[in-house]
């Protein structure tokens, strides 16, 4: 059957971008595409863009099915409507992939809209979640299948072995927004490099602003940071940029401990702590959402939030712990293959999407 993919394709490189990203790498053999941020960030370009190409693809071409990932604002609510409008007068079976924590608060905060989302929601088929406690994220719709599938690496991580034991490497890897807790990683160097002079610190991804700060004050605040590490631990501290395909990986392959210190407000199951998973990285990671659900102490540790003593303090432990470490680094790989490979990815999808 037939399938109409809507949603982001990178850029920006986001989680719900990525993922819809494999999902319609998977599938575009069977669809047709509209992808919503054609334009970047020019929203309004963004939202004439899908006004007509979806218009086009429902009277004009043939499919039965709609995949769809939501969005929680009520800008993007205005393109969701529309695609959730036509699915409703063609009688199309939708598909909605939710991949953020706040579908909920998004839907009682709504006020005169919460009738009209209910409305268009209340035609959906089956929504998929990450996580069996996000269930409840949809909890005001009783006719609505739920199905939960977690996020997976790619496929080309299988093609890759990581060699034990790994040298004292500290990652970062993630989009450099204040609530993704990059900060707060950068003022836990001192104390980590302090009693870890052979540490190596690699730090990658795209500035971005968000709620609590725009992208040129992160971005300031970052190398100002940077600076004073720099002055303090001469080139223990490198900053990346942008990575990729195998450069991607190969970073993830060579590091240790993996730090994500989020309190982004939608986080929900990141991504690229499966991939640090896969690559034999011990994960820290904050108490926020539902990140508790996913690492335990067999993976890592869950920290409080804007706390970068908390950062140092575990690091230090798992620096000074070598088969503390490296118990957790095999587990993580066995963890993620068995729980996270795209094969199970695509055999769950393709029962929730097709059945």
């Not at 919503?36 to 004009?60: A, D, E, M």
């Amino acid at each position: 059957m037939k399938v109409l993919f809507f949603g982001p394709l990178p850029p920006p490189v986001t989680g719900q971008s990525s993922s819809f990203q494999l999902v319609y790498g998977l599938f575009s053999v069977n669809g047709f595409l509209c992808n919503s941020t054609k334009f970047g960030q020019r929203k309004v370009l963004n939202t004439l863009y899908c006004l007509i190409k979806l218009t086009y693809l429902f009277v004009f071409c043939k499919f039965k099915i709609v995949y769809f990932t939501s969005t929680r604002s009520h800008s993007g609510f205005l393109k969701d409507s529309y695609l959730l409008f036509l699915s409703r007068v063609w009688g199309k079976k939708v598909i909605n992939h939710l991949h953020g924590a706040d579908f909920l608060s998004f839907f009682n905060s709504s006020k005169f809209l919460k009738p009209i989302i209910r409305f268009f929601y209340s035609s959906i088929y089956r929504s998929i979640v990450l996580l069996p406690s996000m269930v409840n994220e949809f909890n005001d719709f009783n006719n609505m299948k739920v199905s939960t599938i977690a996020n997976c690496y790619p496929v080309n991580f299988d093609s890759w072995k990581c060699e034990f034991p790994k040298k004292p490497q500290l990652l970062y890897f993630s989009n450099l927004m204040e609530s993704k807790g990059i900060l707060f990683f950068l003022d836990s160097l001192k104390d980590i490099l302090s009693a870890f002079p052979n540490v190596d610190v690699k730090i990658a991804g795209a500035f971005m602003g968000d709620h609590l700060s725009v992208k040129r004050r992160i971005q300031d605040q970052f190398f100002e940071r940077l600076d004073y590490l720099e002055k303090m631990f001469p080139g223990k501290v490198d900053y990346l940029g942008e990575l990729f395909g195998e450069e991607k990986i190969k970073v993830l392959s060579e590091s240790s401990v993996f730090v994500l210190p989020t309190f982004y407000p939608t986080e929900a199951f990141p991504i690229t702590i499966i991939e640090a998973m896969r690559m034999g990285n011990a994960v820290i990671t904050c108490d926020h959402n539902y990140l508790a659900e996913i690492i335990t102490e067999r993976n890592g540790f869950v920290i409080p939030t804007h706390c970068s003593k908390s950062i140092a303090e575990k690091v230090c432990l798992l620096f000074s712990d070598e088969d503390l470490l490296l118990k957790i680094q095999e587990n993580n790989i066995r963890e993620a293959s068995e729980k996270y490979s795209p094969g199970i990815f695509f055999n769950k999808l393709e029962r929730a999407i097709f059945y």
